[in-house]
């Protein structure tokens, strides 16, 4: 069994038994998503039609991003009842996601760059994507296995959709996060990219790199704005942004 196939069964194991297993090391990044899409064929998450919700993101614009495509059956409307999904860890991202408006194929995605990236979005969202690991050393797992698992991805809660304004100074833009009975927190300006459409041109390059067409309507949740709080089992969680809405989730 090779790296990859240790990953994979690992990380099935750990979903099927919900209960983490060891990491073990990857050779690469290549490496860390073909553990994702054979997690993801093994489960059939995308088996009758492509991922439709995505997460992208990384720590500034200067590195490399990360992806990773979403299982459906954990991605919820706000507000959402999550009591009774099985997480290891609840951390909180608070987050904007982004919709496309139209499909985008490998040769438009390699002509991409921020502008006509911005361009694409017909609609946003607040998001809170809880942030969990199948892995027994948990967030202090290697970085290619917390890529192979998902980036980490426990859940998403999408708030309601309303229309992308391109020309938005992200720089002043204020999130507050209310966790159980934890003070509230604020946040201005503070998304690790100053732009959550940065992520767009690399998200959709690497989506498109088989051939795949990424369809009109698909998501994209960009990457935190606040860090990475911890929840608890029962905590209420609400993320509002000024000027675009809220989401809220009973954990």
Not at 54 to 69: D, I, L, Y
Not at 79 to 108: C, H, K, S, T, Y
């Amino acid at each position: 069994m090779n790296d990859i196939e240790l990953a994979a069964s690992r990380l099935l194991q750990a979903r099927q038994a919900q209960r983490p297993q060891p990491a073990p090391a990857l050779a690469d990044a290549a490496a860390a998503y073909a553990v994702q899409a054979q997690v993801a064929h093994a489960l059939g998450w995308f088996d009758e039609t492509p991922p439709r919700h995505w997460k992208s993101g990384g720590p500034s614009r200067e590195a490399v991003a990360t992806h990773a495509p979403l299982p459906p059956a954990g991605v919820w409307a706000s507000p959402a009842q999550a009591g009774a999904w099985p997480f290891n860890l609840r951390g909180i991202e608070a987050e904007v996601a982004l919709r496309l408006r139209e499909p985008v194929d490998a040769r438009r995605a390699a002509a991409l760059d921020l502008a006509s990236a911005r361009a694409l979005v017909d609609a946003m969202c607040v998001s809170i994507e809880i942030v969990d690991s199948r892995w027994a050393e948990g967030l202090q797992a290697p970085a290619l296995a917390k890529l192979a698992d998902l980036q980490s991805h426990g859940a998403l809660v999408l708030g309601d959709w309303v229309p992308f304004d391109a020309a938005r100074d992200w720089s002043t833009q204020v999130c507050q996060v209310r966790i159980g009975a934890q003070p509230v927190h604020q946040f201005t300006g503070t998304h690790s990219m100053a732009d959550p459409a940065f992520v767009l041109p690399a998200w959709l390059r690497h989506a498109t790199r088989d051939g795949a067409v990424v369809a009109a309507g698909t998501v994209v949740t960009t990457g935190t704005w606040c860090g990475l709080p911890m929840a608890d089992a029962g905590d209420r969680v609400e993320v509002v942004f000024d000027g675009i809405g809220s989401a809220t989730v009973q954990l």
